[in-house]
């Protein structure tokens, strides 16, 4: 098992700054990835940005040169750094982790709210 908790999440400007953070704990060796995405209102929920145990960095193309992945191994921790926000950035984001062999995120957080303000 792997138990994720996020925290970072607001309300903030347009044009402002948010860090999110996704602790990690339990079985991490096993895991793979670990991503954000993100689920507004009446929407599916989107992927924002990923990162492996490479530290190999994948982005959406509507956070890329806005948003930052990164990653703490010493302290099993996943950060999102959120540089100049937009409305369409409001959400809630979720951290995932995906465990080596499996396609798919195998383990989320309980989502944090990020509001951006017009």
């Known amino acids: 098992q792997v138990q994720l908790v996020e925290s970072g999440g607001g309300l903030v400007q347009a044009g402002g700054s948010l860090r999110l953070s996704c602790a990690a704990s339990?079985?991490?060796?096993?895991?793979?990835?670990m991503g954000w995405y993100r689920q507004a209102p009446g929407k599916q929920r989107e992927l924002v940005a990923t990162?492996?145990?490479?530290?190999?960095?994948n982005y959406a193309d509507s956070v890329k040169g806005r948003f930052t992945i990164s990653r703490d191994n010493a302290k099993d921790t996943v950060y999102l750094q959120m540089n100049n926000l937009k409305p369409e950035d409001t959400a809630v984001y979720y951290c995932?982790?995906?465990?080596?062999?499996?396609?798919?995120?195998?383990?989320w957080g309980q989502g944090t709210q990020v509001t951006v303000s017009s």
């Open positions: 995932g982790a995906r465990l080596l062999g499996w396609g798919v995120y195998n383990y």
């Open positions: 339990g079985s991490i060796f096993r895991v793979n990835e």
């Open positions: 990162i492996n145990d490479d530290s190999r960095t």
